[in-house]
């Protein structure tokens, strides 16, 4: 099977959850195949189409792991792979290259310049998977997301979507504890707003405003001044828990 398959079988609960991919290739295709299968192994994803979107996104948003391609125009994916080592905040970020061209040289370069894979195109989806996975046992990636977080005297319970305030619990609906499980996982990184609600058709993203604002109401001490659920512009929210 190749990088062309698409895996049917629906998402799956394994070693993805709670971790964030960039994937950086200029065919969108094949960056939208990438996407949507690793979001089945249970990976949250974000896709950058070339070097320059991909570092304003890495200045943003701390990522688990990036997947480049090499062969991109302008600049490639090695010199971007130069680019995350040279810069402190991003020097332990895993890189896995992609590319064409398998030649040992281009194996040898990708490597000497500090990325932590090399695969081949065409390539199996699911050896993609394992790969990645091995990169993240190997290099340790950030700790998964607790079972609970704590905001001042607020409580969420994120196995059992419970909300609660010195121990009373506090209604959700189902869509707020959703909202909040998301922005719970990917704690301290912004989420951009149409990642809140993939099944909305509600492209402006207005809905999730409206739950933001609500659930402001029970997390917050100054709701108009939010501490823990905070507004990232240009880009959507971030919840920061103590």
Known sequence: MSYESRNRSGPVAGAGVGRHLLIVDDDDRIRELLKEYLAREGYRTTGAAHAAAARRLME??????????????????LELTSWVR????????????LTARGEASDRIDGLSRG????????????????RIEA???R??????????IRMGSVTFDMERLELSKDGVPLRLTEAEAQLLKTL???????????????????ITGRAVDVQVTRLRRKLEADPKNPRYLQTVRGVGYMLAPD
Do not use: C
């Open 60 to 77: 943003l948003i701390e990522f688990d792991l990036v997947i480049l391609d090499v062969m991109m125009p302008g600049e490639t994916g």
């Open 86 to 97: 040279s810069k402190a905040q991003l020097s332990k970020t895993p890189v896995l290259l």
């Open 115 to 130: 990325a932590d894979d090399y695969m081949s195109k065409p390539f199996d989806p699911k050896e993609l998977a394992l």
């Open 135 to 137: 990169i993240l046992r």
């Open 139 to 148: 290099t340790g990636g950030k700790p998964l997301t607790p079972r609970e």
């Open 184 to 202: 719970a996982i990917h704690a301290h990184s912004p989420v951009e707003r149409m990642d809140l609600s993939p099944d909305t058709a509600d």
